[in-house]
């Protein structure tokens, strides 16, 4: 699929400049960098503009400073470690737009990086202002996106630009874009999406857009414990909104009229105490919870269950962990599961994609990251993108 513009639709680029959204947003501590994550996703991008004899400019936000200068959020913070995955060096420049980043743009050769100051620093960015987007392609002849984490977000440097100058998505971009088609815009079927984590609440949205979409719908984590008491189960002290089961009872509705079977655990792993290895752990059957019990994961014959599921299944996405994963052992029902669509994976008769902060951790966890077809690290965006809403960074990017 091709809907929107790539590098191979550029053409030359040699002697122009390139504006390149990247996400810079790099986790600090102590003013060192400790993760280079996302600077990684993007050297392909960069390095392959400048050997076509770009001048490359970094464009990226950093933090929140609201519309203001902050020393400690100006993106000269990172350059070293932006220099050390590229293996080139990158010059700085403390603007985005006017004469001093137009003098400082007219010293860069062909083949060049310069990165330019963050770009929150002004309010024009997360207002979106045309005149802010306009000061910046000034100096400059092409926009490529490769920053899909922020794509969700309409902003200056996120969509503004791409309506002004020509645009183009990064390879970064369009792997995330190419992964997240095959997994829910033209899927093959039957497709099963696991959804996880700690509330309903923050999931809504993603659970209605889903039932529409898929085969199967496995619930799991703190969110199942309201779908199971809004099938009358008594839970006791699990994590449950109580007042969403109404909510629960209706996208059980709108799942069952769409075709969509909805999965829930029949055993759980449930313990009085919310500790590594509790005395009082033990697993049971989601109607022998006892009042002081909390349910904290999926239990084994239910892990089996859909694991059968996956097995018949072509294409998988997943959000969310389905047990309070981070304590031992109610990570088991995630690694398990994990495992067994890593495998399939592997044997090629499933496509998996997954997201989300808490996500990807289980998953490496697990051991099994590199095993999905795709994993996404972008948060905000992945979430957006599996409640079925248009992307505006995307959308501006398309043919
Ligand atoms: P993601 O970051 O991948 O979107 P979430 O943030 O929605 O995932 O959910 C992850 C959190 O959900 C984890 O901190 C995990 O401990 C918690 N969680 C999962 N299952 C349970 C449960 N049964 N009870 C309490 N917390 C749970
Ligand atoms: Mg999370």
């Not at 909390?294 to 969310?320: F, S, Y």
């Amino acid at each position: 699929m091709s809907g929107f513009r790539t590098l191979d639709d550029i053409g030359d680029v040699s002697g122009k400049v390139v504006l390149v959204r990247v996400d810079l947003n790099l986790p600090m501590q102590e003013g060192h960098v400790t993760d280079t994550t996302r600077v990684k996703a993007s050297a392909p991008t960069i390095l392959e503009l400048a050997d076509a004899g770009a001048k490359v400019l970094l464009l990226a936000h950093f933090g929140r400073p609201k519309g203001a200068r902050h020393s400690t959020m100006s993106l000269s913070l990172v350059q070293g470690a932006v220099e050390h995955v590229l293996g080139r060096e990158v010059m700085f420049i403390p603007e985005v737009s006017g004469p001093v980043a137009a003098q400082a743009i007219g010293i860069l050769r062909p083949g060049d990086i310069g990165m330019l100051e963050n770009t929150r620093f002004w309010p024009g960015e997360e207002k979106n202002d045309p005149e802010f987007a306009k000061a910046i392609a000034a100096n400059a002849d092409i926009y490529v996106n490769d920053a899909f984490s922020a794509a969700h977000r309409a902003h200056a440097t996120t969509e503004g630009l791409a309506r002004i100058l020509p645009a183009y998505a990064g390879r970064s971009m369009q792997a995330e874009l190419e992964a997240l088609e095959k997994a829910l815009g033209n899927p093959r079927k039957p497709v099963a999406a696991v959804v996880g984590g700690a509330k309903v609440s923050t999931k809504l949205a993603v659970l209605k857009h889903l039932v529409g979409k898929v085969g199967h719908l496995i619930i799991g984590g703190g969110m199942a414990n309201t779908f199971l008491a809004a099938r009358g189960v008594a839970v006791g002290k699990s994590l449950c909104e109580h007042e969403l089961t109404g909510t629960a009872e209706e996208i059980m509705e709108t799942a069952d009229k769409a075709g969509c079977t909805v999965h829930l655990p029949y055993d759980v792993a449930v313990a009085r105490e919310f500790a590594a290895n509790p005395a009082s752990l033990r697993i049971c059957n989601v109607h022998e919870v006892g009042a002081d019990e909390m349910i904290l994961d999926v239990g084994p014959q239910a892990v089996e269950a859909l694991g059968d599921v996956l097995k018949t299944c072509r294409t998988l996405v997943w959000n969310g962990p389905l047990g309070a994963f981070e304590i031992e052992p109610f990570d088991a029902a995630t690694v398990a599961l994990a495992r067994t669509a890593a495998a399939l994976s592997r044997e090629g008769s499933l496509v998996s994609v997954a997201g989300g902060g808490d996500t990807v951790a289980a998953l490496n966890h697990a051991g099994v990251a590199a095993d999905f077809t795709y994993v996404s690290t972008a948060g905000g965006a992945f979430l957006e993108w599996m409640e079925g809403r248009e992307l505006p960074g995307v959308v501006a990017l398309v043919k």
